[in-house]
């Protein structure tokens, strides 16, 4: 079981979705011994940080230079979760997702390593393609068939942990549909609930895409949805577990778009109003319409936390975080949904 008292744990990505998640449950463990690591940009995603508690920041380029230039500063760092890259599925710079996601990535699990620190990082469940059945961790890599760039890039590291054999030593989350608080600087990389929320309150309304197979019902293509809070409950078990190798984190249920949904006008009390709409043509062809997670490794690995049932994550994130307009808070979440 690894302590993550000894030493300082880097939270790479810290001011995204996931990262700042994960600090704000290591908070509420107890643990600021914490280095964050990120890209402050244009955006507000620094707020994320303002409620939680951490030793020290730095940017991600100064921390590839430490790691090459200056070791012996990062040398009290054990634990590592990698949550930092460009997430954006749209994003067409494929130069850019190689050095961001792909060759950063590398560069730090080489240097944990060679230094024998734990090191955790973030794929996807992109990292399928077009799978609709069967998302398991033991599929062949080399038989994936990623659908954009971003999955290429995380798709690409997974494949060279497990060329390498690094797979025996370090951990790979392919996170399913996360949602929750602490995503709103992600612009139209949003997840639906987010989007949603605000749609309803601007217009009273939430727009679904129309189904293109006769097999499913408008509203009724599934994905697995997971809240945040959970999905960082997981990793950090991950972690502590001493678990290698790629694990799914997701609820492993496949849940109807209509399902995601209908919680919110009942958080909002408003009556539903949900309308179709015609999908984009550039997604027709690359549009999946089942996704679940096999979650029975992740259980093998010992993880009884949480799965947060949809209704309850949903409602809990418009009224407790959207409606209100707060961010994780360590101080206002004794009571959360996914108490440890």
């Known amino acids: 079981m690894l302590d993550m008292r000894q030493g300082r744990i ?3 990505g810290g001011s995204g979705m996931i990262g700042s998640a994960i600090i704000w449950a290591l908070n509420r463990r107890g643990f600021a011994n914490i280095l964050v690591s990120d890209r402050l940009d244009t955006s507000e995603k620094w707020k ?10 730095l940017d991600a380029d100064d921390l590839l230079m430490r790691i090459s230039h200056m070791p012996e500063t990062l040398a009290d760092v054990q634990t590592v979760f990698h949550l930092g890259a460009c997430s954006a599925t749209t994003e067409t710079d494929s130069a850019f997702l190689m050095k961001n996601n792909y060759q950063y990535t590398v560069s730090l699990a080489e ?29 062949e890599p080399t038989t994936l068939r990623p659908l954009n760039m971003y999955a290429y890039s995380k798709h690409l590291f997974d494949l060279r942990a497990s060329r390498e054999g690094w797979l025996s030593y370090i951990t790979g989350v392919k996170y399913f549909n996360i949602f929750g608080p602490n995503e709103n600087h992600k612009a139209n990389m949003r997840s639906v609930v987010n989007k949603a929320y605000t749609q309803i309150m601007s217009e009273g309304r939430v727009t679904l895409f ?32 001493e678990s290698v190798g790629l694990f799914n984190v997701g609820s492993g249920e496949a849940r109807t778009w209509v399902d995601l949904v209908r919680p919110i006008f009942s958080a909002l009390g408003r009556p539903e109003r949900i309308e179709f709409i015609d999908m984009p043509s550039e997604l027709v062809d690359k549009y999946q319409y089942h996704t679940k997670a096999d979650i029975s490794k992740i259980k093998e690995s010992g993880y009884k936390g949480p799965i947060t049932p949809l209704h309850e994550a949903v409602h809990e994130y418009v009224a407790r975080y959207l409606m209100p307009g707060k961010l994780l808070d360590v101080a206002d979440d004794s009571d959360c949904i996914a108490a440890f």
């Open 10 to 12: 880097l939270v790479t």
């Open 48 to 57: 994320n940080l303002v409620p939680l508690r951490f030793e020290d920041y």
């Open 111 to 139: 240097w944990c390593l060679a230094n024998g620190k734990r090191f955790v990082y973030a794929s996807s469940a992109a990292t399928y393609g077009a799978l609709e059945e069967g998302l398991s961790e033991d599929l």
């Open 210 to 241: 129309k189904s293109y197979r006769s097999d499913f019902a408008d509203g009724m293509q599934r994905r697995d949805f997971f809240y945040v809070k959970d999905a960082a409950a997981a990793t950090i078990h991950l972690a502590e577990s």
